[in-house]
């Protein structure tokens, strides 16, 4: 089966850094992606890994290790406006498919 | 620059009646394009996805379906809805292939179903 797996809710202080773990089980691999959605608009495309380690982009930073079927975003400085869902997502080794965990709400308050 | 269109805005449809959701994709030729659904404070489901001109595949057995007429055109359908069919509808593509090393999806704005 496939499985994504990822913390419902989080709540953090603005300035502060959180990390939004992820786990899956997938029949293949081909990459696993991160996005961003604010309440009551469409996703959008925050961060890739297809290597293990560690990849970053300015305040936003995610990591995997494809053995331990495990990745993680990191989000510094956190601001107000970074209160959103976080969906993790996995593609499958054909490359067409995409499958995305239920995604985790993070509240940044001041 | 590639663009990505969906309509209407939101729906309100009584149970039993028909469905049509459209989604079309400027700026790219070939897209891979999908239809996902996310119920209130829930995950994205994959529900159909397409990597050419009548070729859909279907994620989850259920009372909708999909085509795809044209190269960027992608249509959601449904005979008789269900009150179970109530969510958010997203519409989303990725360049053909292997066109970028990340080869992202691209998000349109959503229909807001509601089934009553």
């Known amino acids: 089966g496939q499985n994504i797996d990822q913390p419902t809710e989080m709540t953090a202080t603005e300035g502060a850094i959180v990390q939004i773990n992820c786990t899956y089980q997938t029949s293949g691999f081909n990459g696993l992606f991160w996005y961003q959605q604010h309440a009551g608009e469409a996703p959008t495309f925050l961060s890739y890994n297809v290597l293990d380690g560690l990849e970053e982009k300015g305040r936003f930073s995610s990591f995997l290790s494809r053995s331990k079927g495990y990745s993680y975003l990191l989000l510094k400085e956190l601001q107000m406006k970074d209160s959103a869902s976080y969906l993790c997502?996995?593609?499958?080794?054909?490359?067409?498919?995409?499958?995305f965990g239920a995604g985790t709400r993070l509240f940044v308050k001041a | 620059s590639q663009t990505i269109h969906q309509w209407p805005a939101t729906l309100v449809q009584p149970v039993g009646s028909p469905l049509s959701l459209e989604c079309t994709v400027e700026?790219?030729?070939?897209?891979?394009l999908y239809w996902y659904r996310q119920a209130a404070g829930r995950g994205l489901q994959l529900l159909f996805y397409?990597?050419?001109?009548?070729?859909i595949s279907s994620e989850v057995p259920q009372n909708l379906s999909a085509s795809r007429p044209q190269d960027r055109q992608f249509i959601l359908s449904s005979k008789k809805l269900l009150l179970s069919d109530s969510g958010f509808y997203l519409c989303?593509?990725?360049?053909?292939?292997?066109?970028?090393?990340?080869?992202?999806?691209?998000f349109g704005p959503g229909t807001r179903l509601t089934v009553l």
């Open positions: 989303a593509y990725s360049k053909p292939g292997l066109a970028t090393p990340t080869n992202e999806q691209f």
């Open positions: 997502a996995v593609r499958n080794t054909g490359g067409f498919k995409t499958i």
């Open positions: 397409s990597v050419g001109i009548g070729q």
């Open positions: 700026g790219t030729s070939n897209p891979n």
